[in-house]
């Protein structure tokens, strides 16, 4: 905390949320980021509205370029299939997926890590060296032998994005469980008689989760990445509207409707932008001293 | 002799590693459905049960559980990944036959990477917050967030369909037969698409983290007295700064290394480039799972060493770092 900061002991203080949306306003490009969450979402939450049927379906004449048809604004391909449709039920795939591989992902990692952490010792050992493994495996290797086993329903390719990616909140949950719990606060409930499982999730954990929690925006952006070569290569689940699967399809007419693929492609960059430049925006609020530059 | 007993000890750590994963492809071949004794009968198509039950036995399926992975962890260890149904060959064969050119697609990506990242993230640090920086930070957060495939794609339709300057795919002309030097230069127009398209997202973590730490180098006490004492700029960049600022650099270099290994399995399916990537992909669409399992296990390998090497140039170059 900065001398800047306007908390004065005993005086009004501002709230936590002013604070710290004082702070994160502070970095414009975080602001952006913002700004381009909400129209991910929006265009989420507008999918329904605009196309409430099969998105998949063929919707006027193959290979509209873009904006020559008020019908189909953002043109179609060449299967005759509107792209705006595609583009905002996409959006609400790649949310869901990132959303849920991210909460199993941080879930898994975190507990691992906080049993890593805590006990230490040989416990530690054997769990570290387990996530090492983990790390060794390209992840998208892992993830294709994965999807190759399990097969390619959507709720497989959750688990498996989930799989390939809970080694690093589990090193960051671990780092910080290893330097709370010799904390006094932690000695004190344990002197009290408090049990482990106790200790682990009702008194470090709290004080732990707030790195865990800014990086979970990076593993939201690489889950949707993650999703979206694996639909890009036709190894998707092909019953949903993905942008990955509609580049993957638009590389058949790349020559000539380049569009095709590039629409859901700015779609993908655009988000993958805005969860990376949040996560930047939360940590430099979260941990002024870390602030760089 | 430190170094040697470095080594040494590094490569032990290693070991645990390498026979988890060992037991890890074990597994997940075990979890596929189907084994090889019913790959062979469909290529037979089809055997009576005795039969089966016969080449079961042959093939050692028919032991318990431990016994078949201590078999098959001791054909790893000679790199006999079995036999591949779909090419009719051993796969260590194929694996061998492919390494080549994704190891070559990986050495020019991180010398790109490497080399170009730290370079822009120095220059952005020494002119933090101007228009130069400006514009090399936003190039490096878009680079960033923009997955390779569709960065291939892109490359493929300005470079190749509209502006015809490098070849759309393949590792070199067919049918050319070109040699010497003629063959290296057709070999590198090939790589050039491929190499930025797998770069540039690497190109953007070297370049952010390379900015931030000259940037807290800078501050340093002792860059201040370097400066006091009358150092040139030049000097105090290279010497000074750039020397310590490298040290993280370095470090995500070995953790980025496995990241890049699967970045390959896009990029070469695009580029249609005869790696161990693009074999990937093949092996799951046609099922193909001795290939699949022996790339899993090669790769990782070639991530262990990797950071092994990694681990001994940061002690090479980090002068603190005590070799024992």
Do not use: C
């Not at chain 2, 074990?26 to 089966?52: E, K, N, Q, S, T």
């Not at chain 2, 290394?257 to 399995?265: C, D, N």
């Amino acid at each position: 905390m900065s001398l800047a900061d306007p908390i004065a002991p005993g005086g009004a203080t501002p709230t936590r949320a002013s604070v710290f949306w004082r702070r994160y306003r502070r970095n414009r490009a975080a602001v952006l980021g913002l700004v381009l969450l909400g129209g991910v979402l929006a265009m989420a939450a507008l999918a329904g509205f605009y196309e409430p049927g099969n998105p998949l379906r063929r919707a006027a004449a193959p290979l509209i370029p873009p904006f020559t048809d008020l019908a189909v604004p953002l043109g179609t391909d060449q299967l005759g299939r509107d792209i705006l449709a595609g583009i905002l039920h996409g959006a609400r795939i790649s949310l869901l997926i990132g959303l849920v591989a991210t909460l199993l992902s941080i879930g898994f990692g975190v507990l691992v890590g906080a049993v890593a952490g805590y006990f230490g010792g040989w416990v530690d050992d054997v769990l570290m060296r387990i996530t090492e493994a983990f790390q060794t495996v390209p992840n998208f290797v892992l993830l294709l032998a994965l999807v190759a086993i399990l097969g390619s329903r959507i709720e497989y390719i959750v688990l498996a994005i989930a799989i390939v990616s809970w080694t690093a909140p589990a090193r960051l949950a671990r780092a910080e469980f290893m330097a709370l719990r010799k904390r006094e606060f932690v000695e004190a409930v344990r002197n009290l008689g408090v049990g482990h499982s106790s200790i682990i999730f009702r008194e470090i954990l709290p004080n732990a989760l707030p790195p865990v929690i800014v990086y979970a925006s990076v593993i939201m952006a690489l889950a949707i990445l993650l999703e979206s070569a694996l639909a890009f290569l036709g190894l998707g689940d092909p019953n949903y509207a993905s942008w990955g699967n509609m580049i993957g399809q638009g590389r058949a007419v790349l020559r000539t409707d380049w569009y095709v693929a590039a629409i859901p492609g700015v779609a993908i960059v655009l988000t993958v932008l805005s969860f990376s430049l949040v996560g930047e925006g939360l940590n430099e609020a979260l941990n002024p001293r870390q602030k760089k530059g | 002799m430190t170094i040697l007993l470095y080594a040494i000890r590094r490569l032990v750590q290693a070991v645990p590693v390498v026979l988890l994963i060992m037991v890890g492809t074990f597994l997940l071949l075990h979890l596929a459905p189907g084994d090889i004794v019913d790959a062979l009968v469909g290529d037979m198509g089809g055997a009576d049960a005795a039969y089966i039950a016969r080449l079961r036995a042959e093939y050692g399926l028919d032991e318990p559980v431990w016994v078949q992975l201590w078999i098959y962890m001791g054909k790893l260890l000679t790199f006999d990944f079995g036999w591949s149904f779909v090419h009719e060959q051993p796969v260590s064969v194929i694996l061998f036959d492919r390494l080549g050119t994704t190891l070559l697609l990986m050495i020019t990506s991180l010398s790109f990477a490497f080399s170009i990242g730290v370079a822009l993230g120095a220059i952005a640090a020494r002119r933090a917050y101007s228009l130069t920086d400006n514009i090399i930070s936003t190039l490096g957060l878009i680079f960033y967030a923009t997955p390779s495939f569709f960065l291939g794609l892109m490359f493929i339709v300005l470079f190749s369909v509209k502006l015809g300057w490098f070849p759309v795919g393949g590792v070199q002309t067919i049918g050319s037969f070109y040699t010497g030097w003629d063959r290296v230069i057709d070999i590198a127009r090939h790589l050039v698409l491929p190499t930025a398209s797998l770069s540039l997202i690497f190109l953007a973590f070297y370049l952010r983290l390379m900015r931030a730490t000259v940037l807290e180098v800078a501050e340093l006490d002792f860059v201040r007295t370097a400066r006091a004492k009358g150092a040139a700029e030049g000097r105090l960049m290279i010497h000074h700064i750039m020397r310590n600022a490298l040290l993280p650099v370095v470090t995500l270099f070995g953790l980025q290394f496995s990241t890049l290994l699967g970045g390959a399995v896009v990029v070469e399916t695009i580029f249609s480039l005869p790696g161990l990537g693009q074999l990937a992909y093949q092996a799951v669409t046609q099922r193909d799972m001795n290939v699949l399992m022996g790339i899993v296990f090669l790769s990782s390998i070639l991530v262990v060493v990797v950071n092994f090497l990694v681990d001994l140039l940061y002690a090479r170059i980090d002068a603190r770092i005590e070799l024992t």
